[in-house]
């Protein structure tokens, strides 16, 4: 079953991405394709969900059979570099106990260290940022 809203992008990915647990459950039972590849980015609901840290729903896909090395067409990232990208640590973590290639870079050549070195840097440059429009 494919269900798909006007830019392309399905149920599945989108209740992935917000974290919805028990949508994801019921959307997986009704027989949704858990590799469905969103039409501009070609993530998957793998991909989305860590991408914003949904560390369950990360989980409850890994279960149901998940392509853990499903990659977006922009970047060419897998679900453990779009957790490092965006600081998910616990998510990078689960992601590599469940055997996600640790050793797996981007079209760019950034693996897992490089990416999670640039999330802290931009946390820090938001952070910093921050703190002076406040004085």
Request: one cysteine or more; glycine letters at 8%; charged letters at 30%.
């Amino acid at each position: 079953m494919r269900v798909k809203d006007k830019v392309g992008r399905g149920a599945l990915s989108r209740a992935a991405s917000k974290g919805s647990e028990a949508v994801v459950r019921i959307l997986l039972d009704k027989g949704l394709e858990i590799d469905e590849r969103e039409v501009t980015s070609q993530c998957t609901s793998l991909v989305w969900a860590a991408q914003e840290g949904k560390e369950a729903v990360v989980q409850l896909l890994l279960e149901r059979g998940a392509d853990i090395e499903a990659k977006d067409n922009q970047f060419h990232r897998t679900p453990i570099l779009w957790a490092a990208r965006k600081g998910h640590k616990n998510v990078t973590q689960l992601l590599t106990r469940k055997g996600a290639n640790a050793n797996a870079k981007d079209k760019n050549g950034d693996g897992i260290s490089k990416l999670e070195s640039r999330y802290r840097q931009e946390s820090a440059k938001s952070a910093s940022a921050t703190a002076s429009t406040s004085k």
